[in-house]
C-alpha cells in the first residue's frame, strides 16, 4: 500500500503528538506494515484515505487505533533474563529489609505492553517471597494501548507467546489451558491494577513507587520527552527506591541525579544520594 | 558446550542442530530414544539433550526416564522440545526430570531464551 | 466452551509454516482440488485414547518439495524423496501434536502416532470417520489443506 509523504509528515505528526513516538523519515516501511491491516479493518480503501478520516476524526477514536497500531509490543516473559536475577537476589530483597515496618510496596510497569513483564514480576514474588502474601502490595501495570490493557487484564497468551521465556515450571504452576491458548490463573491477575497511562500525557497521581519498571520504551521518545519522564519518575519515587531501564535504554547525558547499579546487565537505577 | 539433539525427523534434527550451532554449541544427534542413550556413554558427556517425544524405539520420555536413573548424567540438562502441549504432558516430563519444554513449532529466539534460564547462554 | 476448529487450524498452520519455514501461508475459501495437475502428497497422523481420528496435512508435490528444501537447505533439484517424506512428516506430526492438545480430555490419556506420508488420491474417503474440519491455504500460487478426520463411534 503506498504512503505519499505529505500523510507520512502528518501521521508521524499526529502520532507524535498522541504518544511521543517518534517517526524519522525513513520509518514509511513501519508506518505501511502497522497500518494496512488498519486501513482493512476500518473498511477504507488506502492510508491515504485513513488520513484524510483522521483529520476529520472529532472523537479521536480513529487515531487512537493509529497511534496504537504505531506502538511496538514486542516483549517476552523474563525478557533478558538478569534483570529479574537481580530483582529477586538483590531489589527486592533489600525493599522487603527496608519496608518491613510499613509492610508494604509500590510497584510500577510503565509499559507493560501484554503483559508478560508484570506476569513475570507477579510470578517472581509468589515463588521467592511468600510473605509479601501479607504486605500491602499496590501493584500497578500502565500503557498507553487500550487493546494492550485489555490483553493484560484477560492474561490470555499465545503458544508462541508462552514459549518465550517462561520457565515450564511457572507455566504448570500459574497458567492454565483455554482452547488453543493459556492462560494466567485469577490470583496473579488479581495481584495487578490494569490501567491505560499515556507517560507523554498527564500522569495521576501515584503512590510514590519502591520499584519501576521502565524498559524498553523510552527508546521511541525524543530526547526532550526521555529527559522529563525519568524526571517524572524520580518525583514519584521513594528517595531509595529502583528503577528498571531496557537494555538499550540509559539515563546518561538525560538525567544526571540517576546512578546506574553495578549489576551485570540489568539496566538497574537508583536515585543519587544528597 | 555440547548438546545432544534427539528427534526421529531429519530435518527438526538439521534445525535445531543448526540454532544450537549458531548458539555456540557442539552438537551430536539421535534419531531416536535408545540411540540417544547410546550416543550419551560414546559420545558424552554434554551440557544438554534437546528431547522430541514421539519417536520410534524409544519415546524421548522414556529416554528422560532412563537417562535421569544414572547419576553420571545428573548434571546433563533435559529439555524437550516437542509437538506434545497439553499441560499433563509438560507435567510428566518435569516430573521425570525434564528441565526445561519447548512446545513445536519453535524459534531460535525460543531456544536462546530457554538455554539461558539454564543458564546455558554463551556471552 | 465450542472450540472453532478451523479458525484453531489456521492459526496453527500459519505458525508452523511461518516458524519452522519461514513461509506465508494465508487461509482461503478456495477449494483446493488436486486432481487437476500433478501429485498430491498426504502427511497423516492419528490420535488415539480420549478423542479418536486422524489429521491430515494435503499438499502438492511440488510445495512438498520446496518445504522440504527449505528445511534441509538444499536445492530444489536435489530434494530427494525421503528429504520430503521427512519434512512433511514432521508438519503434520506438529500440525496434529496442536490439534490433540484441542481435542483431548485432560483426565485422560492421548496419544499420537508417528507421521505416515503417501500420495494421496484427494477424493479418498477413510472409511469410519467423518470430516470435523477442513482448512485449506494458499500460499503463493499453490493450494495446500489440513483435514480433521474423527472416527465414527459403531453403534452397538
Ligand atoms: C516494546 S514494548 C515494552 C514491553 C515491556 N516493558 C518489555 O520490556 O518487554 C513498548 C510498549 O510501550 C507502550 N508505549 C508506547 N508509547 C507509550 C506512551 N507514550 N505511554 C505509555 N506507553 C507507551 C507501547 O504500547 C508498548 O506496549
Known amino acids: ?54 483529520r476529520k476524526d472529532i472523537s479521536g477514536k480513529l487515531i487512537a487505533k493509529v497511534v496504537e497500531a504505531m506502538t511496538t509490543n514486542e516483549t517476552s516473559f523474563f525478557r533478558d533474563i538478569h534483570p529479574f536475577e537481580v530483582l529477586k537476589n538483590t531489589v527486592i530483597p533489600e525493599l522487603i529489609q527496608k519496608r518491613e515496618s510499613q509492610k508494604r510496596l509500590n510497584i510500577w510497569c510503565g509499559a507493560s505492553s501484554s503483559g508478560q513483564e508484570p506476569y513475570t514480576l507477579a510470578m517472581l514474588i509468589r515463588e521467592n517471597f511468600p510473605q509479601l502474601k501479607n504486605w500491602k502490595l499496590d501493584f500497578m501495570a500502565s500503557d498507553i494501548s487500550t487493546e494492550m490493557q485489555k490483553r493484560c487484564q484477560d492474561g490470555i497468551y499465545s503458544q508462541l507467546e508462552i514459549n518465550r521465556g517462561l520457565p515450564a515450571m511457572l507455566m504448570v504452576k500459574y497458567f492454565q489451558r483455554s482452547g488453543a491458548q493459556w492462560q494466567i490463573k485469577p490470583e496473579l491477575r488479581q495481584m495487578i491494577n490494569f490501567k491505560i497511562l499515556n507517560l507523554s500525557g498527564h500522569w495521576p497521581l501515584m503512590p510514590k513507587m519502591d520499584l519501576v519498571m521502565m524498559r524498553n520504551v523510552l ?56 | 558446550m555440547r548438546a545432544l539433539v534427539i528427534d526421529d525427523s531429519r530435518a527438526i534434527r538439521l534445525i535445531l542442530g543448526q540454532v544450537m550451532k549458531k548458539l555456540g554449541f557442539e552438537v551430536v544427534d ?32 522414556d529416554f528422560v526416564v532412563n537417562a535421569r536413573k544414572d547419576p553420571q548424567y545428573n548434571d546433563m540438562r533435559l529439555m524437550m522440545v516437542t509437538t506434545e502441549t497439553e499441560m499433563a504432558q509438560v507435567v510428566k516430563a518435569l516430573e521425570a526430570g525434564a528441565n526445561e519444554y519447548v512446545m513445536k513449532p519453535f524459534t531460535k529466539e525460543m531456544i536462546a531464551e530457554k538455554l539461558s534460564l539454564l543458564g546455558l547462554s554463551i556471552e | ?16 509454516w511461518e516458524q519452522i519455514l519461514g513461509l506465508e501461508v494465508i487461509p482461503t475459501t478456495e477449494d483446493f482440488s488436486p486432481t487437476e495437475k500433478g501429485t498430491t502428497l498426504a502427511g497423516c497422523v492419528q490420535i488415539m485414547g480420549s478423542w479418536e481420528g486422524s489429521v491430515e496435512l494435503l499438499c502438492p508435490a511440488e510445495l512438498a518439495k520446496k518445504v522440504a528444501s527449505i528445511m534441509f537447505g538444499t536445492n530444489l533439484d536435489e530434494t530427494s524423496e525421503d528429504d520430503i517424506k521427512d519434512a512433511l512428516g514432521e508438519l503434520t506430526n506438529m500440525t496434529g501434536g496442536n490439534i490433540k492438545s484441542l481435542v483431548h480430555d485432560a483426565d485422560q490419556e492421548c496419544f499420537l502416532s508417528l507421521p505416515a506420508v503417501a500420495v494421496s488420491d484427494i477424493q479418498m474417503h477413510v472409511p ?29
Open chain 1, 1 to 54: 500500500m503506498a504512503l505519499n509523504p505529505g500523510d507520512f509528515e502528518y501521521i508521524s505528526k499526529i502520532v507524535r503528538g498522541q504518544s511521543a513516538i517518534v517517526l524519522e523519515k525513513g520509518k514509511e516501511y513501519l508506518v505501511e506494515a502497522r497500518l494496512t491491516p488498519l486501513v482493512a479493518s476500518e473498511n477504507l480503501g488506502s492510508i491515504a484515505e485513513l488520513a484524510q478520516q483522521m
Open chain 1, 219 to 274: 527508546i521511541y521518545f525524543d530526547v526532550p520527552t526521555k529527559k522529563v519522564i525519568l524526571q517524572k519518575i524520580r518525583e514519584n519515587m521513594q528517595p531509595d527506591g529502583y528503577v528498571f531501564l531496557g537494555a538499550a535504554e540509559t539515563t546518561l547525558n538525560l538525567d544526571v541525579k540517576y546512578e546506574r547499579m553495578n549489576f551485570k546487565q540489568s539496566g538497574c537505577y537508583r536515585i543519587k544520594e544528597g
Open chain 2, 30 to 61: 539421535a534419531g531416536d530414544g535408545q540411540q540417544a542413550l547410546d550416543k550419551l556413554k560414546s559420545d558424552g558427556p554434554f551440557d544438554i539433550a534437546l528431547v522430541d517425544w514421539n519417536m520410534p524405539v524409544m519415546n524421548g520420555y
Open chain 3, 1 to 16: 466452551m465450542e472450540i472453532d476448529f478451523n479458525l484453531e487450524i489456521s492459526q496453527y498452520t500459519k505458525d508452523i
Open chain 3, 128 to 156: 469410519g470417520t467423518h470430516e470435523v474440519a477442513k482448512a485449506t491455504f494458499k500460499h503463493e500460487n499453490h493450494l495446500f489443506a489440513v483435514r480433521m478426520l474423527k472416527k465414527v463411534e459403531k453403534k452397538k
